[in-house]
């Protein structure tokens, strides 16, 4: 009985992150539009730009859920790692910040490698946790960068 009713909360959780992934990932492509016209139309010269430290964040957050979504079998194939590469192309400008965004990526990706092997309610609350940071920091993208 009590394996059955972690099951079904395992589900339940799984459909809440669901929800805010499909909002997370929306609005993280509002972001990458957003920040890739500015970036055409600015075309600045300087491989620093002030929100550098969010948009590294961002990409890391990316890596971490990439992985754990995989391995809680989400099926989403490669939308995470996609993401990431909408993200490259509108703020990878150089050669160096697109470097800068892949390590932070990969970064994510491989510390929780490390840490988990398998789905467990920690990894499924770390994806949520996760998700409610990006949301955040998406939003805040698009405040900040009209």
């Known amino acids: 009985m009590a394996q059955t009713t972690r099951q079904a909360n395992c589900r339940t959780r799984t459909r809440t992150a669901s929800t805010g992934l499909r909002r997370g990932a929306g609005l993280l492509l509002l972001v990458i539009a957003l920040l890739g016209s500015g970036a055409a139309s600015a075309q600045q010269s300087t491989e620093v730009k002030p929100y550098d430290d969010k948009l590294l964040r961002l990409s890391e957050i990316l ?4 992985y754990l979504r995989e391995l809680c079998g989400a099926g989403e194939g490669q939308l995470w790692r996609n993401q990431m590469r909408q993200l490259l192309t509108a703020e ?49 993208l698009v405040k900040q960068n009209p």
């Open 92 to 140: 990878g400008s150089t050669a160096l910040r697109r470097a800068r965004l892949t390590r932070s990526f990969n970064q994510g990706y491989q510390s929780y490698s490390r840490t988990y092997n398998t789905c467990t309610p920690s990894a499924q609350t770390a994806i949520e946790r996760f998700i409610a940071e990006a949301v955040a920091l998406a939003e805040d």
């Open 63 to 66: 890596g971490a859920v990439h």
